[in-house]
């Protein structure tokens, strides 16, 4: 994560062009933190959206492998599930 904070120029008192720039470079350099923060809590969220369906379909084909195994080893095949497959 970007954990750094872009040091700032420092503004000087008085009117001018050089003023006026630094003033500039300030904001673009809040304005770009400001976004790369914002992507980062984007791109955070995307991944635990992610994770939350894969953990579910993983839990349920550990689970429909247990189900298949437990019908496999009893006699007849025809074994109890504790699974509603709907």
Known sequence: MLQAKL???PVRSGRGELNTLVG???????KNE????AMH???D?????LRTPMT???GSAET???TKEMKDSTPGGSGFSFVDMA
């Open 24 to 30: 500039l470079l300030n904001q673009m350099l809040d």
């Open 56 to 58: 579910r379909l993983r």
């Open 64 to 66: 429909v492998g247990i």
């Open 45 to 49: 969220n995307v991944a635990h959206d």
């Open 34 to 37: 400001s976004l790369m923060r």
């Open 7 to 9: 040091k700032r120029v």
């Open 41 to 43: 809590e984007s791109l």
